[in-house]
């Protein structure tokens, strides 16, 4: 496969059998690789078409700065594309999140600024919310709330699974800013009639939910529940062990939410075969576990793994 | 029924600090109006005009009770509920 430029080369990921792990021969399960992007995660797809998309409203000129609000993912891929098209990123993260986030942001050339650890992502949110009002020429792409998120997915995520399983009856993903949920959910609900698109959401220790009032809570803009069958809240016990599952049985290094997501499709898997149905499960490997490896969740004991992960934006 | 409701940092101060109870009802609303009874006041902080409040995610054993009956979702004997804060991600 040959392309022009590194940004013309996302997408486009593997999806592969788990012949160990999928419940039975007519329950199966797939997995989206999209650790094979440019810089390693799904977040590539939502960032180059929020970047593009604002280029095309004219919003984002040559030497312009952005700013936006990631527990790590989105700003990595941010950071590269900004970097091949030449411009400044500032990224608001928790601090509490890895510390291999903040290396690679700063490797692609982004700027860090840390938001406090109680309340996660939320936190990152309204700091981000606070420093685009102090800095109105900065463009704020907002992933929570920015369409082109959902619709790279609606573009290219969606597409690609059902032209490589037409077959799919359940797509399985993490549930963040909601946007792969979304775009590729929507997708598929109109071009596979009966499919389930479900989410796996990590939940996290208490530190992360914070102590503010509740309705200081945060619901993505982008979020329509209208196109989930369901919603699971996976723990971080689960996702490791899965994660640490995935790699022994199926030999790929995944990080710490597809554990999450992988917990999920297991379990609608086992739910087919007892209801003697045929499935086809598709589920999305988030990222690859480089940039887990110092939060300790691949060695030791699960106990162990658990209390390392506490209080951590693990996902 | 009797099942065991895991409570929010935010919320624990009606507990008395506790992080899980016991509560009794067939429904979602059954438990929280019992919860409301020995906890007061944690009814409203849940609940506005007959329906969850929109930052409050509350998961049956695991699965958002949105995508299973709402606050009118059946619960059985030795079910989980967990009550968390809508958090984002990303």
């Not at chain 1, 992007?37 to 095309?56: C, H, Y």
């Not at chain 1, 109105?136 to 082109?148: E, F, K, T």
């Not at chain 1, 699971?232 to 939410?257: K, N, T, W």
């Amino acid at each position: 496969m040959r392309f022009d430029s590194l940004l013309d080369s996302v997408g486009g990921t593997p999806l592969v059998g788990l012949p160990r792990l999928s419940p039975g021969p007519d329950v199966r399960l797939w997995a989206k690789l999209e650790d094979r992007n440019p810089t390693g995660s799904i977040k590539d797809r939502a960032a180059l078409a929020m970047v593009e998309q604002a280029e095309k409203d004219g919003l984002l000129t040559p030497g312009c700065t952005i700013l936006e609000p990631t527990s790590g993912n989105t700003g990595i891929s941010l950071a590269m594309a900004a970097r091949l098209k030449g411009y400044r990123l500032v990224c608001v993260m928790p601090e509490n999140t890895s510390a291999e986030r903040t290396q690679l942001l700063r490797m692609w050339g982004a700027e860090v600024v840390y938001s406090p650890g109680a309340g996660g992502s939320n936190e990152a949110v309204r700091v981000a919310r606070r420093m685009s009002q102090e800095h109105p020429d900065w463009i704020m792409l907002y992933q929570y709330g920015n369409p082109a998120n959902a619709q790279a997915h609606y573009d290219t995520t969606g597409p690609e699974i059902l032209a490589d399983l037409p077959t799919v009856t359940h797509f399985v993903a993490g549930l963040g800013t909601t946007g792969t949920l979304m775009g590729a959910g929507r997708y598929l609900r109109e071009h596979q009639p009966g499919i389930q698109i479900v989410a796996a959401e990590p939940r996290y220790g208490e530190l992360v939910y914070g102590l503010r009032n509740l309705d200081e809570g945060f619901v993505p803009e982008l979020y329509d529940e209208s196109v989930l069958t369901t919603r699971y809240s996976v723990g971080p016990r689960d996702a490791v062990r899965r994660v640490r599952q995935l790699l022994d049985e199926e030999g790929i290094f995944a990080g710490i939410s597809t554990g999450a997501i992988l917990h999920a499709a297991i379990g609608l898997g086992q739910r087919a075969v007892k209801a003697g149905e045929t499935a086809d499960i598709a589920f999305i490997v988030c990222d690859g576990g480089w940039k887990y490896l110092s939060t300790g969740a691949y060695e030791g004991t699960l106990d162990e793994a658990e209390d390392r992960l506490d209080g951590q934006v693990w996902a | 029924m009797s099942v065991e409701v895991r409570i929010p940092t935010i919320l624990r101060p009606y507990t008395g600090g506790a992080k899980t109870v016991e509560a009794q009802g067939d429904s979602l609303s059954a438990v929280i109006t019992d919860l409301d009874t020995r906890y007061t006041g944690i009814g409203e902080r849940l609940v506005e005009e007959g329906s969850l409040r929109r930052f409050i995610n509350v998961y049956l054993n695991d699965e958002d009770v949105r995508f299973l009956g709402g606050i009118d979702t059946p619960v059985a004997d030795g079910d989980s509920v967990t009550i968390l804060p809508a958090v984002a991600g990303g």
